[in-house]
């Protein structure tokens, strides 16, 4: 049940009850196929980056081998136009721009998460530049028509292979966070289909308490205000929260409520965020809030 936020003139504290809470996540098929091993079973604790399922990919194991063999022979007609058509140069070009590419993208990535500076970012942007108009100049003296042509297949041909590869990769499910299984789905045999759900986790090592407040009591609320939780389980122990969320609108108060006449009150949802590392609080405890 939940009660309404309460307290009298001697008492500075805003007090509430609820039910303890926690983030479940459903964690999903990216490929379709038959589900070769579970690696977990409900109550396993997992964390971010465990394997929690693998599905059978035999099936693209092949399909990569052939577009592999289908990339490289792209790859050798491409180069062969080239060489035809500017010869060293225009390969060298190729290379240098391949290599600019490469270059970038992995300097890209590290200025994203603030492993360069922007000045390291900016040179290797500089450089891409350089090779690609150096490139184009070389090439623009070769048969055009047929050098774009090579290249587009070529191009799909990789993408193809990046593609079966990805395929491969997410058919290992890894789990996106920490937490417990409390649900699987799925069992080793069956077929899954992109989208399918396979396991839910619960995360526990942060759970919430959602209170409701009356509409004078609100203008005491504010987002980071702390709050003592008391747990019936734990009689001797005080869990500390903070408010994480406070609801815009006003809404009738939850019928779970203790009686009629408050459930005719209109409220405001505040949730408080509670560290549980130790995973002592548990989804589903009576839980009463003081908010300081």
Known sequence: FVL???NNGNDKNITASGTIEATQVTVSSKVVGEIKRLRVDEGSSVSGGDT??????????????QAEANFQATEAQYRLILKGARQEDLLQADANLQNAKNDYERIEGLFKEKSVTQKQFDDAKTRLVVAEQTYEKLRRGARSEEIETALARREQARAAVDAIQKRIRDATVISPCDGIVTQ????EGENVMTGGALVRIT????????????EV????VKIGQAAKVSIDAFPNRTF???????????EFTPKNVQTKDDR????FGVKIEIPNEDQTLKPGMPADASLQ
Request: one cysteine or more.
């Open 4 to 6: 309404l936020g309460c």
């Open 52 to 65: 929690l399922v693998e599905i059978n990919h035999d099936l693209q194991d092949i399909e990569l081998r």
């Open 184 to 187: 699987k789905i799925v069992e």
């Open 203 to 214: 995360q526990l090592n942060k759970v919430h308490l959602m209170i409701y407040v009356t």
């Open 217 to 220: 009591e609100l203008a005491r």
């Open 240 to 250: 500390e929260g903070k408010i994480m969320y406070i609801s815009p609108n006003a």
């Open 264 to 267: 005719t009150k209109l409220v």
